[in-house]
């Protein structure tokens, strides 16, 4: 759980002027690191800004968005269920083995 403090200095660093167009970083020198304000936006500021072509070809590769139509195949639910009921088998035949 984050403290108010610790809310306060997230919120802080990640709506800094310098973190503009590095939205990702700075999110992740609030959340992951023990930096103060003013030593995340420097960092954030001697930072490239991601560009917008950047941004875009990370968001393609992240495969269909949400709502996308089709292009996914979906699970055969046979296989699926076999799988599930061979987990269950072998889990079984452990607890026996132990016993």
Same mark, same amino acid.
């Given at each position: 759980?984050?403290?108010?403090?610790?809310?306060? /200095?997230?919120?802080?660093?990640?709506?800094?002027?310098?973190? /503009?167009?590095?939205?990702?970083?700075?999110?992740?020198?609030? #959340?992951? #690191?023990?930096? #103060?304000?003013?030593?995340?936006?420097?960092?954030?500021? $001697?930072? *490239?800004?991601?560009?917008?072509?950047?941004?875009? $070809?990370?968001?393609?590769?992240?495969? *269909?968005?949400?709502?996308? *139509?089709?292009?996914?195949?979906? *699970?055969? $639910?046979?296989?699926?269920?076999?799988?599930?009921?061979?987990?269950?088998? #072998?889990?079984?035949?452990?607890?026996?083995?132990? $016993?």
């Amino acid at each position: 759980m984050v403290g108010i403090g610790n809310a306060v /200095v997230i919120r802080a660093i990640v709506n800094a002027e310098a973190a /503009v167009g590095r939205e990702k970083q700075a999110l992740m020198l609030a #959340t992951e #690191t023990a930096l #103060t304000v003013a030593e995340a936006e420097k960092i954030l500021g $001697a930072s *490239p800004k991601e560009t917008r072509l950047e941004a875009l $070809a990370q968001r393609a590769s992240a495969g *269909p968005e949400f709502g996308a *139509p089709g292009g996914a195949e979906k *699970p055969d $639910a046979g296989a699926l269920i076999q799988e599930g009921w061979k987990r269950a088998i #072998t889990n079984a035949n452990r607890q026996f083995a132990r $016993a």
